[in-house]
């Protein structure tokens, strides 16, 4: 998952016209640090999407705009809108995450 450094970037990476997937987190959350234990294998089913992952401490204006209330998240992108949210209640095992993506990709 390539780290996201600032806004500039992350208003890059979701203007394409490919759908992208970003992870919100921050270093101080637990429920991101068990993420971590599984989103590799996730990341790599799911690899013909781009991920990329952006620290919300460094960024708290995004995660206002996009109603990042809870941490992880997992947002999807494309042409610059949000076009999925899964907020961090409902991303805290890998089948949650994989449900996700499949409503969200199976459309």
Same mark, same amino acid.
């Given at each position: 998952?390539? !780290?996201?450094?600032?806004? #500039?970037? =992350? *208003?890059?990476?979701?203007?394409?016209?490919?759908?992208?997937?970003? &992870?919100?987190?921050?270093?101080?959350?637990?429920?991101?640090?068990?993420?971590?234990?599984?989103?590799?294998?996730?990341?790599? !089913?799911?690899?013909?999407? #781009?991920? =990329? *992952?952006?620290?919300?401490?460094?960024?708290?204006?995004?995660?206002? &705009?996009?109603?990042?209330?809870?941490?992880?998240?997992?947002?999807?992108?494309?042409?610059?809108?949000?076009?999925?949210?899964?907020?961090?209640?409902?991303?805290?095992?890998?089948?949650?995450?994989?449900?996700?993506?499949?409503?969200?990709?199976? &459309?």
């Amino acid at each position: 998952m390539k !780290e996201l450094q600032t806004i #500039d970037q =992350f *208003q890059e990476v979701i203007s394409g016209e490919q759908p992208v997937i970003v &992870k919100f987190y921050t270093t101080w959350c637990p429920d991101c640090v068990r993420m971590d234990m599984f989103i590799a294998d996730i990341v790599n !089913e799911y690899s013909q999407y #781009d991920w =990329f *992952q952006i620290n919300r401490d460094h960024v708290p204006e995004l995660a206002e &705009k996009y109603q990042v209330m809870g941490i992880p998240s997992l947002l999807v992108f494309q042409k610059g809108e949000k076009t999925a949210h899964l907020h961090s209640a409902n991303a805290k095992t890998p089948e949650e995450v994989k449900e996700f993506l499949r409503s969200v990709f199976s &459309k």
